[in-house]
């Protein structure tokens, strides 16, 4: 599949509209074809702006190709936008309340949900005031507790780790242990060797959009750092 980005409404658009020139476009994504298996766990790496996010994100169904064709089969967890899902104006409590609703969980289920998100998240009082007041890792840990409580097909997970502290990251890759051998595939983009080493069986390298290799972790690492 390929993807291509629209700046219709940007001011590049509008530059080039004066000097007489088509639609502006930036290739995402570029003849990208792979399959995943259950029990497969691909890590996704490559330099800043080689489509990383671009891939998860159309894997997950929020873009949409411009070319090709995307088939998944199983329902799907994301942790790639700390935003995406939420409403930054009702608190993480009412958040996960709504969300268990539209899961369908019944009221005991929701408590346990609420319960298990309150305890790792661990924001103490801010856990009860807007999402939008909350700092990047608050945002995470809030997030990640969210996504890890249910099981999921397929996990599709965004480098965001970044942004949690360390006693965070603990906790977080202990849970996230679980839940992978709970989920039946993944996708991981990261810049963590450790990471990918911990939890993948392939790896893909992306540059400039397109696939530079694919393969097992050492092999495509080794040709990554090969350059
Ligand atoms: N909303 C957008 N509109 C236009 N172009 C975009 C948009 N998002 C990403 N791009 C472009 O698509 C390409 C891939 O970006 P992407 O964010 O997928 O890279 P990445 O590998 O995830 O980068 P990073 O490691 O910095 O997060 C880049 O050229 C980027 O400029």
């Known amino acids: 599949m390929s993807l291509f980005y629209s700046l219709a409404r940007s001011g590049a658009q509008r530059f080039m509209k004066k000097q007489g020139a088509g639609p502006v476009l930036v290739q995402g994504l570029k003849r990208i ?12 790496i490559g330099r800043n702006g080689s489509g990383k996010s671009t891939l998860l994100r159309t894997a997950a169904g929020y873009l949409k190709p411009s070319g090709g064709r995307l088939e998944v089969q199983g329902s799907i967890g994301t942790l790639i936008d700390l935003g995406i899902g939420i409403n930054g104006e009702r608190s993480a409590k009412e958040n996960v309340h709504f969300t268990g609703k539209l899961a369908g969980l019944k009221k005991a289920e929701i408590q346990a949900f609420d319960e298990d998100v309150q305890t790792f998240a661990d924001i103490g009082a801010f856990y009860h005031l807007p999402f939008d007041t909350y700092s990047s890792g608050m945002k995470l840990r809030i997030l990640f507790a969210m996504i890890t409580h249910f099981k999921r097909d397929i996990l599709i997970v965004d480098e965001v780790f970044g942004v949690g502290d360390t006693h965070f990251a603990e906790r977080a890759y202990e849970r996230m242990t679980g839940f992978v051998h709970t989920s039946k595939t993944m996708m991981l983009a990261t810049h963590s060797e450790g990471l990918l080493r911990q939890f993948c069986n392939k790896c893909m390298w992306l540059d400039n959009g397109q696939i530079r290799a694919l393969g097992t972790p050492d092999e495509v690492l080794e040709a990554y750092h090969a350059g």
């Open 33 to 44: 074809s792979f399959s995943l298996s259950e029990g497969d766990r691909m890590g996704v």
